[in-house]
Structures are given as structure tokens and as C-alpha cells.
């Protein structure tokens, strides 16, 4: 089966850096995806990671370890804007099947 | 851009009930998503198709069914409805094929669906 466990809350003040962690269990793995979800809002892509190492988007990094089932998203320079819900979400090889993790309530504190 | 659209933003049906959710997608995309989502859950697959009348149980199929008769449309039905399944319930497309990894999902508004 598959699983993504994550954080349910993180706080952060304006201009700070903050990593939302993301551990995983899949069988078979076709890498970690991150999507932010605004309150009333759908859930938008943000990052992806096929391979292990850093993924960098602007204020936005994601970094994936497959040997140690963990990614993380990494947000600089945080804005009020950045407070929302973070999700990972991955999809076992061979599957069409896509899961997502429970998700970081992110709240950034002025 | 893509879009993806939901018949509705709110919903109240009442137990027993036969509930319709249609959603729409307008690029053309292989696989289509139902997920539910619930405070502290996260987002939980109910069901999901990757080709028009193809079809696979998520993580909480029960209670649920779905229907997909064109490429573009993917429909959630309750058969009878129950209070338990209040909730707010998202469709999402992509267009990965199995040996796509990153398959970004596009998600529709959401339907909030109070059952009574």
C-alpha cells in the first residue's frame, strides 16, 4: 500500500525559512510531488522530484531522499501569502494510483 | 490553462437520496480523480478512471460508484446517501500514462456536500 505522513502544523514568522517534512511508504515509487492549498481553494502544483537531490523554484525547493523514504519542501523568505495547506502526493509505479499526504497547515505570523 | 469544472460549489441532500457529481475536464486529459477531503484527513482517493469507461477503486470506494462515458466527463454518484459522507469532494485530471512520474493533477473547484 501506500502512505504519506507529514507534520499537521507548522508556524512561522514573515521573512523566516520553514521545511515541511514528508515521510513515505510506497510500493514502487514514481517520485514526490507538492501542492498548496489556499482555505476555500483547490489544491495547486507546486514542485516535483523524480530523483533524489534539490529542486529549486524561486522561493520554493523541494528535496527528495529515496534511500530514506523522505522529501521535504523548503519555503524562503515567507510571505503571509505562503499560509496554507501543504500536501505531498506520489503515485506508485506501474499505478495510475495518486495519493496524497495528510497535509502541513502552514501559518506564518506577521 | 487547464480547467476543471464541478456542477457545483454546494450541495444539501437529504439521507437516502441519490447524489450526482459531474466534473469536466477541457484538455483532453487520460485520467480523471475523485478525492474527498476532510479536516486532518488530508485528501483521500475514492475513485479514479484512466480511459473513458475504465475504471479503479481508490482508498474509500465504499458507498461510492462512478461513471465515465466520455473522456472529458467523470461522474461521483452516492447511491444513498448517509451523513457520513459530508464532505467536500474534489475531481482532479492529469495527463500521465503509467510511466509518467509526474502526472501533476489539476483540480476542479469542489463540491461542499452537506447530507441532512
Known amino acids: 500500500g501506500q502512505s504519506l505522513e507529514q507534520p499537521s502544523e507548522v508556524t512561522a514568522v514573515e521573512g523566516a525559512i520553514v521545511q515541511i517534512n514528508c515521510t513515505y511508504q510506497?510500493?514502487?515509487?514514481?517520485?514526490l510531488s507538492w501542492y498548496q492549498q489556499h482555505d476555500g481553494g483547490a489544491p495547486t502544483f507546486l514542485s516535483y522530484n523524480a530523483l533524489d537531490g534539490l529542486e529549486e523554484t524561486g522561493r520554493f525547493s523541494s528535496f527528495l531522499s529515496r534511500s530514506d523514504s523522505y522529501g521535504y519542501l523548503l519555503l524562503q523568505e515567507l510571505q503571509m501569502k505562503d499560509s496554507a495547506s501543504y500536501f505531498c502526493?506520489?503515485?506508485?509505479?506501474?499505478?495510475?494510483?495518486?495519493?496524497f499526504g495528510t497535509g502541513t497547515r502552514l501559518k506564518v505570523l506577521a | 490553462d487547464v480547467k476543471v469544472t464541478q456542477s457545483s460549489r454546494y450541495l444539501v441532500k437529504r439521507t437516502g437520496e441519490k447524489v450526482f457529481l459531474e466534473c469536466v475536464q477541457d484538455?483532453?486529459?487520460?485520467?480523471m480523480f475523485w478525492y474527498r477531503q476532510d479536516p486532518g484527513l488530508g485528501l483521500r482517493l475514492i475513485y479514479f478512471s484512466y480511459d473513458v469507461k475504465m475504471k479503479e477503486k481508490g482508498d474509500i470506494p465504499e458507498g461510492y460508484s462512478v461513471s465515465r462515458e466520455k473522456k472529458e466527463r467523470f461522474s461521483l454518484i452516492l447511491e444513498s446517501a448517509s451523513t457520513n459522507q459530508t464532505s467536500m469532494y474534489l475531481c482532479a485530471s492529469s495527463s500521465g500514462g503509467r510511466g509518467v512520474g509526474t502526472d501533476t493533477q489539476y483540480f476542479g473547484p469542489g463540491t461542499r456536500l452537506t447530507v441532512l
Open positions: 510506497t510500493s514502487g515509487f514514481y517520485g
Open positions: 484538455m483532453d486529459h487520460e485520467n
Open positions: 502526493a506520489s503515485r506508485g509505479s506501474g499505478t495510475y494510483k495518486y495519493i
